[in-house]
């Protein structure tokens, strides 16, 4: 039996050095130390042997095993890595070759930007309100202090409906609709589309823009400048200068034009600019106490400011786009590039 | 509003350089649109003297000068004849940049040097035609002195953008207010000195208002024995530098007195004017009336007239007549000084399409207090420049002359509204530099009187607002708003909005943004039967095209028009959606209804050309797909589809309407060819489009998670034969149908047509996933369930296995 082992593990390790894969070799591990291996059947003769031979028959067929299974064990290992070795030489791809991948979809800019304003102001505690494209006139200009045949009302040349409806000139009338329905404190901003009869390379006859309203006790000018700060920072990067000039808007007082440096040359002055190195971007103001008595707020309880911005002009400002056409022509070969 | 600098500057005298000027009109919301730089590049065009003036020696028609200008002698060719040794002269020195962009180099002329140019009033744009060079009278200036700066034409013109509010700034005088207020200047006002002839102005003209209400006050004078001639050089350049073209000496000086304060004048031929009365009166209907650029117009009720005794000779506040018009021959002159009410002369001029200088203002409104003012002004400038005698005095009907009230006003409300923290006097003393009346009463309480002209002041909110203006909104400090805790989340609507449109981009779709409004055609092509609710679509009264007049009831007609452009660029691979509202009319009084809808449109390549795949183009199932996904997300179930009714604009046999229920909501289709050529697209287009408050009605909110389950799971296959028409989701349906707890998968993985199948059948190869959520399932029980399956369908459906 002594010979038998002797013989096996000489047999074994000549085979397992001369091995050619780690298919062979697993083959080998099964013919010896497999259920109906060799040493396995050895194994089972242990009990036929003397008692007194048995341990020490056992002890050398278990020193046979372990030198056998480490021989293995360390042959498979260095085949494996052989064969990874030969794997990874002989396999070749170029990597040059563009990915898969699906066609890639964008949002129309205007969304974007419609998007990321949201987005800040809800930061700022501002929720999203919306109201009817085809409004009253009531709600579009007269509640907004605009009366009937006032000059102002040539500020925002209008397409009109039957009965009294009109397409909103702006998204002011979502203020009004606010204010009916709730009481303050209010905080919202109103994105949407408007319309006004115009159209040419600056003036498109259907636009968006995104209104804001705030109204609660003790709301001041100067609460609006920092609102509006705090917003063109986010928008156009931190350092961007914010400038506001008197201006005039029925449904506030006191107005501003609210400008930012020329995102374009830094406020030195440029085409973009006019050379004025300043960039109107939206109109603003205190709401007018008018327009508190149109939706019974009592002027002398509360305070407010309301600003309204044109999205396009965003948008082009943002993306260097010089032709708002650009944005309504829908053509991919621009839309993609967002 | 055009204003010049010097005009300005000679009402408030001010130290700002035009520059600066513009920036402080511009934060006092007086906006300088534009600047203009009069005589700009002209500083090297000076006085000089000419000391010497010989002959040139190649060039019989050419001098050679030598030229003082005050720090040297140059020499200079000249080609003019019309001056002599000892002139002083206009020279044009190296550097200078006439009109034309005309740059003046030292040169040689026929070989000798040239260091400028002697200049004529044409070279330097003074004058269309000139003979000769400019000979200044000796000593005009010292030498040197730009000849700009020496003609007193050295100007900056401003382009003010006035806001609506703003009336009082239509005028020079109205802008030199809001300077002087600023600065703390006083307005120097011109100064009238009247010269009256003996004879009564009552006695020569009369005036009659019968509208009042309209007309509250209308003012005249009469000059009898003025001669009509052009106006003198210095009127011409002052209108001319503000764009007005210079007529005659008298309709000049309405057109200055206009522009210097504000009120609109008009001067008539009052020996033309029947019994020289005026009678201010409403138009008849239908009366016809020519006004002075010879149009015929047809007047209403509402409209104004100036009559004499028997007819309209002016349209009130907009506009004079032909028949009573200044004439060369024109001696008798009754000039005209009236307010008029705003809504009407708005409404004239909007009907009438005739914007004029004295309408705008009339629209905005005027001072009623300064209307004997200008017209004392006018009238004497006329007898200044024109000759003759003035009546002895103003004939002024101003029936009820009204006061304005005092504004109860309080300083602090004006600090605390603002945000900043002005004292209290210094609010009073800007509210006096404004020319507001402002009274303290010992109970600490403050009233103000607006100044006559500020009509935009009636309210204490306007006042505050001059004080933000005039202290600067440069100077209010920017603060963040202490305010209450509001903040409500995004309704349910906007967030599935959100979310599908990330969806759809995050699916290769593209967004678009149409037009809201379409042509009234486009429910024609895409063949919508005649009583297609979506026919019926809200027109606009005014639109700018008709291709622009209706408002859409779909997205299709955009979403198609984008396709077929975008094809015709050769951008033919397309995955485009739209996600907006459409607009229905309401019923009866009701407000339209403007519901969100999604359209989509895919064409060309499924994933794009690439090396790596065939290039495979979509088809029906790609738009299908695209829903699936969007219905798989909102979790809307028990959806199906439905082939009988197909969408007019939709290949019938190609196409289904999306049902949750019995409620349609939305459609798929491959486009009609019919409406496909409507729309010239070139390439088959599958479409799909989704009613967005449907699926926001539809869609559950809740999902229902279940862990999965922990044992393995067994697959096995069916190929079915059947017939052609019957539906293969029926397959599932009927295998769902059996309600067995271990299906947990039933997928259709191949439909085949063709070889080794009957004409009129497709084989139909269905994959079952079993499993349970208790125990491993025995080789035995899978199969006796899946045979129990198959048997259910060949006998349900009357299908054969293959």
Known sequence: MREQLEQLRTGALQSIATAASVEQLQEIRINLLGRKGELTALMKGLGSLDASERPIVGQLVNTVRDVIESALGGAIKAAEEKAIAVRLQSERIDTSLPGRHPLKGTKHPISLVIEEICSIFAGLGFSVAEGPEIEHDWYNFEALNFPPEHPARDMQDTFFVENNLLLRTHTSPVQIRTMLKQKPPVRIIAPGTVYRCDSDATHSPMFHQIEGLMVDSGVTFGDLKGILTVFTNQLFGQKTGVRLRPSYFPFTEPSAEVDIACVICGGKGCRVCKNSGWLEILGAGMVDPEVYRHVQYDAEDISGFAFGMGIERIAMLKYGISDMRLLFENDVRFLRQF | MNVTYNWLKEFVDFDETPDELAALLTMLGLEVESMEKLGAGMDDVVVALVEEKRQHPNADKLSLCRVNNGTEVLDVVCGAQNFKQGDTVVLAQTGAVLPGDFKIKRSKIRGEESCGMLCSEKELGLAEESAGIIVLPPAFAPLGTPIFAALGLKDTLFEIGLTPNRSDCLSVIGIARDIAAKLGLKVKYPQTALVEGPEAVGSVIGVTIENPDICPRYAARYISGCTIAPSPEWLVKRLNAIGIRSINNVVDVTNLVMMEVGQPLHAFDCDRLSEKRIVVRAAGDGELFTTLDNQPRVLTAGDLVICDAERPVALAGVMGGLNSEIEGTTTTILLESAFFKPAAIRKTAKRLGLHTESSHRFERGIDIDN??????????????????????????????????????????????????????????????????????????????????????????????????????????????????????????????????????????????????????????????????????????????????????????????????????????????????????????????????????????????????????????????????????????????????????????????????????????????????????????????????????????????????SRFPDSTRDIALLIPDELAAAKIVDCIKAEKAKEIEHVQIFDVYRGKGVAEGYKSVAVRIRYRSFERTLADEEISSLHNKIVASLTDKLQITVR
């Open chain 2, 371 to 708: 209307v004997t003012r200008a017209l004392d002004r006018a009238a004497s400038l006329i007898v200044e420049l024109a000759g003759g005698v003035m009546a002895l005095g103003c004939l002024d009907v101003y029936p009820g002359k009204s006061e304005r009230a005092a504004i109860p006003f309080r300083p602090e409300k004006a600090n605390e509204l603002i945000g900043i923290n002005l004292e209290r006097q210094l609010i009073i003393d800007i509210l006096t530099r404004l020319e507001c009346l402002v009274t303290e009463c010992p109970d600490g309480s403050v009233t103000v009187i607006p100044p006559h002209y500020r009509i935009d002041i009636e309210r204490e909110i306007d006042l505050i607002e001059e004080i933000a203006r005039l202290n600067g909104y440069d100077k209010i400090p920017a603060t963040m708003p202490v305010a209450r805790v509001v903040s409500d989340r995004p309704t349910r609507h906007q967030e599935i909005e959100k979310q599908l449109r990330n969806l759809l981009v995050n699916n290769g779709m593209t967004e678009i943004i149409n037009f809201s409004f379409t042509a009234p055609e486009a429910a024609g092509k895409l063949l919508l039967n005649d009583n297609d609710p979506r026919r019926l679509a809200i027109r606009l009264a005014n639109p700018l095209v008709d291709e622009q007049s209706v408002m859409r009831t779909t997205l299709l007609p955009g979403l198609l028009e984008t396709t077929a452009k975008n094809m015709s660029f050769r951008s033919l691979d397309l995955k485009l959606f739209e996600m907006r509202r459409v607009y229905l009319p309401g019923e009866g009084e009701d407000m339209p209804h403007e519901p969100l809808c999604i359209v989509g449109a895919l064409s060309g390549s499924r994933d794009g050309d690439g090396w790596s795949r065939p290039n495979e183009l979509v088809d029906f199932y790609d738009a299908k797909g695209i829903v699936e996904t969007v219905l798989d997300f909102l979790d809307i179930g028990g959806v199906t589809w439905v082939n009988d009714n197909p969408e007019p604009y939709f290949h019938p046999g190609k196409s289904c309407r999306i049902l949750a229920g019995r409620d349609c909501i939305g459609s798929v289709g491959e486009l009609h060819p019919t409406v496909q050529k409507n729309f010239e697209i070139e390439k088959p287009v599958f479409c799909f489009e989704l009613d967005f408050e449907k699926l926001v009605k539809y869609s559950r909110t809740k999902k229902t998670i279940t862990a999965p």
